[in-house]
């Protein structure tokens, strides 16, 4: 009721007036790009029993299986954690029956993963009569075992492949064709081909009782991955901070469908300066080397953590002072990538201790700065506004200090406010300097400080400047145009922040132009500064209003007492 009795001595002051046209208000409205992250297709090396340079190497993704599975003297043997091979052999002890005496290797290729290439290390040998009905052979397949690409078979007067004293030789060496790549490759040996139900004999008084063997020392598997990484959670000083410093880190959470997160990529200015693994996977996540391809090699089909909570340090040391563009990703272990961050952000660190700071640093120095605009020091501002700062940095004797840095520092009004390092000037060769504040500051007290040498605790020179800024606000009324029993309404923002996060209070105010204004409604925007409210109207027209909303000084938000620009709303 008391808010209608308000309304109806604003229309009552209308009334003695000729009723004025509406003017329209124009509102800004800030609009906010997202940037995205995209992730390209990648591959990597897996080494399996041995490396390129004959290191030992797990054999993860192979498996071993005889036919059949009760088979006698038919074996799949590992011998790689000692030196030696993955060993498919059939014995000399008693006769083996063809197309169905079988022992194989088998690598399996992961389902996230397509095998783009592989070279095998191999060698073997036969036995055999020319006498018998069957034949012992050995052979490398791809896709199924009917994809032969390298095969020894005794009725084809092959005796022996390769060369058992020198595993890594390359006369051992069998590059798989581009045809026989698919979802699996096999090292098998077996009694066969012939005509069914014949036996391939025994009895050959062979000194490792093998009636037919075949060692694979070495594999180096290509997987190729098309699925990549996806990053979030952002945060950490590298990702918020205008200026950094030391080692400054950045937190993120990563995932990864196929190989598994990898490293941390910092890029600036285009140029990659640090690559850090994420997470080692005890030690499985390690690039080996020793490819020619440049991509990296692992001893694991997948290597990497699936999902990482990464908190990762970049050495700002190893980056000149002053403004970058920097730019952080997560690839995984296929070099497939996502992006973590991308912004502009100033680098400083002091000169080594002692280093004089600028050409004639001086302990007596001078520091002068003032407003563009006014030599006052206190400047009081609307919202949005740019602010220029000069200053000039001399030596007790007048002499100019050029090459300087100043330092300078932001805190806001508001109670408890910690100060903010803005981007630091360095004077000029006459020791001027300029300082362009950016748009949508709070009101701050401004602290410029200049020291003689880095590392100096105490400055050689300070000045302060205060800056005031009004509150700005958006209003928006909805209709513009009302009558006796309808309702508008209200709908707004404060376009400076940071808000309290329990909002900030606002007044609504009335007033038939030219009149003074008079305060009908108290609301509280959300914490992101938003507010809505409404009006009925309960007294007939004509009439015109206007109306807009204020917010007054409140000790938790750094901004000075201002309104919005009035809204024009005629009751008919």
Request: hydrophobic content about 40%.
């Amino acid at each position: 009721m008391e808010r209608h009795r308000v309304m109806e001595s604003v229309r009552k002051g209308i009334s003695r007036r000729a009723v004025r046209a509406a003017r329209l208000v124009a509102l800004a409205a800030l609009t906010v790009a997202a940037m995205p992250s995209g992730a390209q297709a990648g591959s990597y090396h897996v080494y399996s029993c041995r490396t390129p340079a004959g290191e030992s190497a797990p054999v993860d993704g192979w498996s071993g299986s005889l036919a059949p599975e009760s088979a006698i003297d038919v074996h799949a043997d590992d011998t790689c954690p000692s030196g030696g091979a993955l060993v498919a052999s059939i014995g000399e002890q008693e006769p083996h029956l063809e197309a169905v005496d079988r022992a194989t290797w088998a690598f399996e290729v992961p389902k996230f993963a397509e095998l783009a290439g592989a070279t095998l290390w191999r060698a073997g040998y036969v036995h055999g009569t020319q006498t018998e009905q069957a034949f012992y052979e050995f052979a490398l397949t791809g896709a199924t075992n009917k994809s032969v690409f390298d095969e020894c078979l005794y009725v084809k007067e092959c005796r022996a492949q390769g060369d058992t004293s020198q595993p890594m030789s390359a006369t051992n060496r069998v590059t798989v064709p581009t045809a026989d790549l698919g979802a699996r490759i096999s090292s098998l040996v077996a009694c066969g081909p012939a005509l069914p139900g014949q036996e391939c004999a025994d009895g050959f008084g062979d000194p490792n009782h093998y009636a037919a063997v075949v060692y694979l020392y070495a594999a180096d598997l290509t997987l190729e991955q098309t699925a990549g990484p996806s990053a979030g959670n952002v945060g950490g000083e590298l990702a918020s901070a205008p200026t950094v410093g030391g080692t400054s880190d950045v937190m993120f959470t990563a995932s990864d469908p196929g190989s598994g997160v990898y490293e941390a990529v910092f890029g600036v200015d285009g140029n990659v300066v640090q690559r850090t693994v994420v997470n080692d996977n005890s030690g499985r996540c390690r690039d080996v080397g020793q490819t020619s391809d440049g991509s990296p090699a692992f001893l694991y089909v997948q290597p990497c953590p699936g999902s990482v909570s990464a908190d990762v340090g970049l050495d700002t040391t190893r980056i000149a002072n002053g403004a970058h563009h920097l730019v952080v990703s997560v690839i995984d272990a296929a070099g497939n990538g996502a992006t973590v961050l991308d912004r502009a952000v100033t680098v400083y660190n002091p000169p080594p201790p002692g280093a004089p700071n600028g050409r004639n640093a001086s302990a007596n120095a001078h520091l002068a700065i003032r407003w563009k605009s006014t030599a006052r020091a206190a400047l009081t501002s609307s919202f949005g506004q740019v602010h220029t700062i000069t200053g000039r940095l001399t030596a007790a004797s007048g002499a100019p200090i050029g090459g300087a840095r100043i330092d300078l520092l932001a805190t806001p009004s508001s109670t408890g406010a910690r100060g903010v390092a803005m981007t630091s000037p360095l004077t000029d060769a006459e020791g001027r300097f300029t300082v362009r504040l950016p748009r949508g500051i709070p009101s701050s007290t401004l602290r410029f400080a200049y020291s003689a040498h880095a590392g100096d605790t105490v400055p050689a020179a300070t000045g302060t400047l205060t800056l005031k800024v009004r509150a700005s606000i958006a209003l928006a009324v909805t209709p513009r145009t009302a009558s006796v029993g309808r309702s508008i309404f209200f709908r707004g923002r404060l376009r400076g922040g940071p808000v309290p996060a329990e909002g900030k209070q606002l007044v609504l105010e009335a007033r038939s132009p030219g009149s003074a204004w008079i305060e009908f409604e108290v609301v509280r925007t959300n914490a992101r500064g938003r507010f809505h409210a409404s009006y009925r109207f309960k007294f007939p027209g004509p009439a015109t209003y206007q109306f807009r909303a204020r917010s007054e000084p409140e000790s938790d938000y750094p901004f000075a007492a201002g309104a919005s620009r009035p809204v024009t709303v005629i009751e008919r």
